[in-house]
Nanobody, 128 residues
Framework: QVQLVESGGGLVQAGGSLKLSCTAS????????MAWFRQAPEKAREFVAA????????VYADSVKGRFTISRDNAKNTAYLQMNSLKVEDAAVYYC?????????????????????WGQGTQVTVSS
């Protein structure tokens, strides 16, 4: 069983930056495709970014493209989400997710139901 633990959330002013981390245990991270999703109050969980096992393929939601960067360090069993130029509308609980079967470059990678492993979430608050 894989356990994912997010960290790095917090309060930041609009225009600022945060870096989220997701550390895995129970399985070598290099065998898992990783993604970040977010969920704002009363909204559905939405895809943010995904990365293939060794980082060759990365996909982003249009809303974060050019501002957010997903990365991973398999030696540290950790995935990251660098968030720059944050906007008020980026505020949400951010979840990391993992799955060994999802194809990162496919439309199915945007669907949260495709992922077997989830962290508990970390809150990101952006003030205006």
């Amino acid at each position: 069983q894989v356990q994912l633990v997010e960290s790095g959330g917090g309060l930041v002013q609009a225009g600022g930056s945060l870096k989220l981390s997701c550390t895995a245990s129970g399985r070598t991270l290099s065998t898992i495709k990783m993604a970040w999703f977010r969920q704002a109050p009363e909204k559905a969980r939405e895809f943010v970014a995904a990365i293939s096992m060794f980082g060759a393929t990365r996909v982003y939601a249009d809303s974060v493209k050019g501002r957010f960067t997903i990365s991973r360090d398999n030696a540290k069993n950790t995935a990251y989400l660098q968030m720059n130029s944050l906007k008020v509308e980026d505020a949400a609980v951010y979840y990391c997710a993992g799955d060994s079967s999802v194809v990162v470059a496919s439309p199915r990678a945007l669907n949260p139901t495709e992922y077997d492993y989830w962290g508990q979430g970390t809150q990101v608050t952006v003030s205006s």
